[in-house]
């Protein structure tokens, strides 16, 4: 069986079949190689074995086509070369993945496999849960380390992430913010126009955004924006090994890398929150004044009435917490990286989805506790 310098010689022996492959298993033989595979049948009683010892070239198509006829007749692979070692070792892997996969993809319905699933994805979310907690308390840790030593604290680094994550996300806030109070207002006004009610559009722009969508809104933003920059910035620093190298120079990573984030975002976050509140009441005012001839003074004294002290407050005092959350996760996830490109990918996007889920738990909890104290 010979094609292009490839062939297969076989022989039958006491011990079984042995195929002695030699020459050169590329691309170019392949379909001659193929339709020879396919023509082996079923191994015989004694066992099959590859003898690779007379390959003078292979390439992936060769190697995928030897180990799925290897696959096929339960046989083992002898004499291989040295220098094809390593790229069947690792088109052996990929072959042992896909069938899996096609599996996955085709089998039936089946209730145990299901709940078994289902199972160890609750598993593995309380013990990301409980991973997430000691690092809280980690956090906790240096953080009172650092008010016992404020020398420690990296101004250089903390002034850094104020610009990078408070003045650099100014003009995204304010651009969402500008365009939330646009919707607000207009579709307030539409729904309101029903009951002849148009000027209580005010009322319901001011209570939503400084109460409840400002703050929720700007945090969503900064952790799609700044929560996942940390598990990026931080998880490329281990795939490099330098925050092992920080720690065999006796650095501590959670007081180099991570307590400037955290504060950083811990001052920006109620900031950026404020910045965006105003500009929100800005779009929205404007909207009323081209959509229902609502002038300026109008609009603000229609606010002052509509809103109590504790309105703005009761926005903004939920923004630490936020912050907080969404520092501590993407550097978590950031410190979680493991020694690969698709790692980094995979945690960033972890990040985000866990840092937007426990800051709508977070204002679900603030929503309850209000309405709790009647605020």
């Known amino acids: 069986m010979a094609d292009g310098g490839a062939f ?3 022989q039958t022996g006491d011990g079984g079949m042995v195929l002695a492959a030699h020459g050169n298993w590329r691309v170019e033989s392949a379909t001659a190689l193929d339709r020879a595979l396919a023509e082996l049948g079923t191994a015989p009683g004694g066992g099959v074995r590859f003898d690779l010892g007379g390959i003078e070239g292979l390439d992936t198509v060769g190697a995928f086509l030897l180990l799925r006829a290897a696959n096929a007749l339960d046989a083992t692979l002898e004499n291989v070369p040295p220098g094809f070692a390593t790229l069947l070792h690792h088109v052996e892997k990929a072959v042992a993945k896909e069938p899996a996969r096609a599996r996955r993809r085709h089998r039936h319905f089946n209730i145990a496999e299901w709940l078994d699933h289902f199972g160890a994805q609750v598993f593995r979310i309380g013990d990301n849960a409980l991973e997430l907690l000691s690092f809280f308390g980690l956090v906790l840790v240096t953080a009172g380390r650092l008010a016992r030593h ?19 996300a100014m003009p995204i806030v304010g651009m969402l913010a500008f365009l939330i109070g646009v919707v607000i207002a207009y579709q307030g006004a539409d729904q ?5 009610a148009q000027i209580l559009t005010v009322n319901l722009l001011g209570v939503s955004i400084l109460r409840e969508l400002g703050c929720l809104i700007t945090a969503i933003i900064v952790a799609g924006r700044s929560g996942s920059a ?8 281990r795939v490099n090994e330098e925050v092992d190298a920080m720690q065999v120079l006796g650095l501590d990573p959670i007081e180099v890398l991570v307590m400037p984030r955290l ?3 811990l001052i920006s976050l109620p900031l950026l929150t404020f910045f965006a509140n105003f500009v929100a009441m800005v779009g929205g005012g404007v909207m009323c004044w081209v959509a229902l001839d609502i002038t300026p003074p109008v609009f603000l004294e229609q606010l002052k009435g509509a809103l109590n002290p504790l309105t703005f407050w009761l926005g903004v005092i939920k923004a630490p917490f936020f912050a907080f959350v969404i520092a501590m996760v993407g550097c978590h996830a950031g410190l979680e990286v493991e020694r690969s490109a698709e790692s980094v990918g995979h945690y960033t996007t972890a990040s985000v989805v866990r840092s937007i889920f426990l800051v709508l738990l977070i204002d679900a909890a603030f929503s309850i506790l209000f309405a709790a104290l009647h605020v």
Do not use: D
């Open 150 to 168: 404020p020398s420690h604290i990296r101004p250089v680094a903390l002034m850094a992430q104020l610009q990078r994550n408070g003045w650099a």
């Open 8 to 10: 297969l010689e076989k």
């Open 192 to 196: 309101l126009a029903q009951f002849g």
């Open 230 to 237: 940390f598990t990026a910035e931080i998880g490329a620093m």
């Open 263 to 265: 504060l950083g975002l």
